[in-house]
């Protein structure tokens, strides 16, 4: 099979676009890019071609952007260039020039294809807003950009992120498509691009940066995968068919992690709440725990910090530069840092006694018959059949609120006041406020602490079971 049918085939086997898709590629000029514009020709798909000028090599870098002219000229199709000043971008924000001539592109090439999808909108679907197309107006259809990517730079990302100490995910090393981003040559290896370039008279450019190891994935390339067909004669053959097997590794992974999780993770609003108990019941703990907390910047380092949480006392936390994950008591904590703080705990059902660090509360079950109603401030009683556990004890924050006991609206329920109003009618000082602390049950405030209860939980002539809660100011 030709590679112009086997470029066709590994399209509509991955479903990677239809004819009437609009394409724009990124061609550089080398053989890799040159090839593309040819299959895609072949294929009879319309394109548009982008090219970055990184201004890093001189005269050479112009004559890629001259060259790459001329494709568009000899295809008919429009060529979008840019021109970056590389150096002063990695300079400014203390990145490589590798890293930086990626951002700079990939940003460039999105802020085309939005404009593109936006311009189609306009020409196949008769207006601007997606959201305004009418039943008589034509499909828009999206624009995908496509680069040149092919199996030798996919067998380089596998080594380098398996050397680096990548999961499971980067063994997948490129995918075929990311969101909008295309790469329709990971079927083919190096060695049938320089085949057909030839048979088909192609004229490219070369990038004489490619013969310098200085750059990572050039070692790779010139040094590390030669040596190993050294010893391994089918080395390149044998990791492309693993890249396979790993992309469906990953999506059995994928699976299980999901089970793990949905069976671990409450949440709480804009917090993460784990039970310990369960968390070390799982045989492949640092794994599964890795996977929960990366998505809120955690390193895999960070894992095993996480791990050993789960042995600490309450009130022990690491974090990223967004999250905080807390120990509290028999729960493991993920929040934001402006909402969490180690001076959260929660309090279980069968906790008789909680030490922080304005005081001492301590917790007793009782019954109706059993108690005898008192008014002081540093005593709750509570109506135990409307209360959820774990409670949570925390500092108030602006925003509060809760329904004072005794408080009532005309109408004669319950009213509803903030705490910071709530203060000003109880004439706290600013040194007052800043200790005073709350229990919350199922996000509803049940005691201001030392100071009232909530008049949804107190308890009424048929309550049964109650609560008392003592609190002894350090």
Not at 338 to 356: G, H, P
Not at 369 to 390: G, M, Q
Request: glycine share 6%; with cysteine.
């Amino acid at each position: 099979m030709s590679l112009a049918a086997k470029f066709k085939s590994y399209i509509k086997k991955q479903q990677l676009f239809g004819y009437k898709d609009h394409l724009i590629l990124a061609v550089s000029g080398g053989v890799d890019s040159v090839v593309l514009c040819e299959l895609c020709k072949i294929a009879g798909f319309n394109f548009k071609i982008a090219h970055c000028n990184f201004q890093l090599r001189g005269e050479e870098s112009e004559r890629d952007e001259t060259f790459v002219k001329s494709l568009g000229e000899k295809y008919g199709v429009q060529v979008f260039i840019k021109k970056f000043d590389t150096e002063k971008f990695a300079e400014q924000n203390k990145v490589s020039i590798q890293v930086a001539a990626r951002e700079l592109r990939y940003e460039w090439f999105e802020k085309l294809r939005k404009e593109s999808d936006n311009l189609q909108l306009t020409i196949d679907g008769g207006v601007l807003n997606k959201n305004k197309l009418n039943r008589t107006s034509h499909v828009a259809h999206p624009t995908y950009l496509l680069t040149a990517h092919h199996a030798n730079d996919n067998i380089e990302t596998l080594l380098m992120n398996f050397f680096k100490g990548t999961g499971v995910a980067g063994l997948r090393a490129i995918q075929p498509r990311q969101g909008k981003i295309i790469r329709p040559l990971l079927f083919a290896k190096k060695e049938d691009l320089l085949n057909f370039a030839s048979e088909n008279n192609l004229r490219f450019v070369e990038d004489s940066s490619n013969l310098s190891d200085k750059y990572t994935r050039n070692y790779f390339r010139n040094q590390l995968i030669p040596s190993l067909q050294k010893v391994f004669p089918g080395v390149e053959e044998n990791l492309i068919n693993n890249i396979e097997r790993f992309g469906e590794i990953d999506e059995l992974y994928r699976q299980i992690i999901r089970q793990y999780t949905k069976k671990l993770i409450e949440n709480k609003g804009n917090e993460i709440h784990t039970p310990v108990l369960k968390l070390k019941k799982i045989k492949a703990l640092s794994t599964v725990l890795y996977e929960i907390i990366k998505e809120f910047g955690f390193t895999a380092h960070q894992a095993d910090e996480a791990k050993k949480l789960l042995d600490s006392e309450s009130g022990k936390y690491i974090s990223s530069a967004t999250h905080k994950i807390i120990k509290n008591r028999n729960w493991i904590i993920i929040a934001p840092h402006n909402t969490m703080t180690a001076s959260n705990i929660l309090i279980e059902e069968n906790e008789k006694e909680v030490k922080f660090e304005d005081g001492i509360l301590k917790f007793e079950k009782t019954t109706a018959e059993k108690i005898e109603i008192t008014a002081h401030s540093s005593i709750a009683l509570l109506d135990a059949d409307k209360i959820t556990f774990p409670l949570l004890l925390r500092k108030w924050k602006r925003g509060d609120y809760f329904y004072p006991l005794g408080m009532k609206k005309t109408s004669g329920t319950p009213a509803k006041k903030k705490l910071g109003k709530f203060f000003i009618d109880q004439k706290l000082s600013i040194v007052e406020k800043e200790k005073i602390w709350i229990i919350e049950s199922n996000k509803k405030i049940i005691w201001v602490v030392g100071r009232r209860i909530d008049d949804r939980f107190k308890v009424i002539s048929n309550s049964t079971r109650l609560i008392k809660i003592h609190f002894n100011e350090l």
